[in-house]
């Protein structure tokens, strides 16, 4: 199962429609695409609008793959959950974010070697072809908690102030 996040502030139709169009060339993949207010007409999905933090979490789980949109909540999940993302950032010069601060986020964390990223529908197309279903990477993972290292040296700098 392939779980697509579009996050919730705003609707990301150009993603739901590049993943109806992939889904659409693997029709034994079930994609579950959560999505708020898409007009797209879906044919090859599971689109809902919203889930209960429960429900996101199942599909999240269940997952063999996540599509995100750039948004740091699922990028994290996806490192401390060790799941294989793809990111494609939402872009204000399609009305889909106030500002390309998630042009910035997946910029970033592309180059620190974190997460896949299609930049666009035709580079998304391409990297889920590369990947699915056997070349499943996972480029970086984070754990779920800092290290005793990092705590030790926040608790002697607070202790120290």
Same mark, same amino acid.
């Given at each position: 199962?392939?779980?697509?996040?579009?996050?919730?502030?705003?609707?990301?139709?150009?993603?739901?429609?590049?993943?109806?169009?992939?889904?659409a060339q693997y029709p034994d993949t079930i994609f579950v695409v959560q999505a708020l207010k898409s007009a797209v007409q879906t044919n090859h999905i599971q689109l809902v609008d919203f889930l209960s933090p429960r429900d996101f979490d199942k599909h999240f789980s269940n997952a063999k793959l996540i599509i995100s949109h750039a948004g740091m909540g699922t990028i994290i999940s996806a490192l401390?959950?060790?799941? !294989?993302?793809?990111?494609?950032? /939402?872009?204000v010069k399609f =009305? %889909?974010?106030?500002?390309d601060h998630q042009l910035g986020t997946a910029k970033?964390?592309?180059?620190?070697?974190?997460?896949?990223?299609?930049?666009?529908?035709?580079?998304?197309?391409?990297?889920?072809?590369?990947?699915? !279903?056997?070349?499943?990477?996972? /480029?970086?993972?984070?754990? =779920? %908690?800092?290290?005793?290292?990092?705590?030790?040296?926040?608790?002697?700098y607070i202790k120290s102030q």
């Open positions: 199962m392939v779980f697509v996040t579009a996050g919730t502030q705003l609707p990301f139709d150009r993603l739901v429609n590049v993943v109806d169009q992939i889904a401390v959950k060790k799941k !294989p993302i793809i990111v494609m950032p /939402r872009l =009305n %889909e974010h106030r500002n970033q964390m592309d180059i620190d070697g974190y997460v896949h990223v299609a930049y666009d529908e035709q580079e998304l197309i391409a990297q889920f072809k590369s990947m699915w !279903p056997d070349k499943l990477i996972i /480029r970086k993972t984070i754990a =779920n %908690e800092a290290s005793k290292e990092f705590i030790q040296d926040l608790d002697h």
